[in-house]
């Protein structure tokens, strides 16, 4: 029997238009009725989703994976469960790498999004999660600055050009993954997705095989390989359908709403 749900956000529990289906939100609402544990795993922020918590009532005993897993919180008081972020010296060598690739970088703390440069992504990213953007540069920064992690945030052909010139002691030390065309992030090398939702997972007593996890995107996988039934969407990309143990409708067909009927309902 499983007993938590763990949700990506963009393309996956959210249609195109960034909203959440009625067929969705009443598929969950069943859910929890079940007891299930449905939790929000998402690149973003808590603040950039308070919104989608209250749409689906998750403001009691209830947590979130934040930053790709880089913080686990509870939803109604911002409670840390758990969190691995970087450091102002993992920040001065990635930045150093932005530099000499001529691309965009932000960062993101627990409260706001900082860039030495505000480009239209940047402005994108805090408006999306309703966050300060503070374009301050980054050797102004205090010492004991926490960082959740760190974007490469730029054009999508950009984007996929460097993604192919980054030197692999990059990938060794940390984790690289692809969030959106025009995201690309840096974790702690021991956060992810998967790493995220175990955590939360091991804290409330629940095991590996009990766990279901929905995902869309590269930074997705790590969720869908833990997980015992890890679903792709019917719009993922061919990596992450790969490696699911099952594909779901698109997230324009209520891909979340099938596989809780499916697995969890019946």
């Not at 795993?41 to 308070?50: H, L, N, S, V, Y």
């Not at 627990?110 to 374009?135: Q, V």
């Amino acid at each position: 029997m499983y007993k938590l749900l763990a949700l990506d956000l963009d393309g996956t529990l959210l249609n195109n238009n960034g909203e959440i289906s009625k067929a969705n939100a009443k598929a969950i609402e069943l859910a929890k009725e079940k007891g299930i544990k449905v939790v929000l795993a998402t690149g973003r922020p808590i603040d950039g989703i308070k919104n989608y918590i209250s749409q689906l009532n998750l403001l009691e005993d209830d947590y979130v994976v934040a930053f790709n897993g880089a913080l686990v919180q509870k939803t109604r008081d911002k409670t840390v469960i758990g969190r691995k972020g970087l450091t102002i010296s993992d920040l001065n060598k990635i930045y150093e790498l932005s530099k000499k690739l001529n691309v965009n970088i932000h960062i993101h703390t627990d409260k706001e999004c900082i860039t030495p440069k505000i480009s239209k992504y940047s402005l994108f990213e805090a408006k999306l999660n309703s966050i300060p953007l503070k374009e301050i540069g980054f050797e102004d920064l205090q010492g004991d600055t926490v960082i959740n992690k760190i974007m490469f945030i730029d054009e999508e052909q950009i984007i996929d050009k460097i993604s192919g010139l980054i030197d692999e002691e990059f990938h060794d030390e940390y984790t690289v993954v692809r969030s959106l065309p025009y995201f690309l992030e840096f974790l702690n090398k021991e956060v992810n997705k998967g790493i995220g939702v175990k955590m939360l997972a091991n804290s409330l007593g629940i095991s590996m095989d009990e766990v279901i996890c929905i995902g869309d995107h590269e930074n997705d996988i790590h969720m869908i390989q833990y997980a015992g039934l890890g679903v792709a969407m019917g719009n993922a990309v061919d990596s992450l359908k790969n490696a699911a143990d099952y594909i779901t409708k698109s997230n324009e067909e209520n891909g979340v709403a099938h596989v809780i009927e499916k697995f969890i309902l019946n």
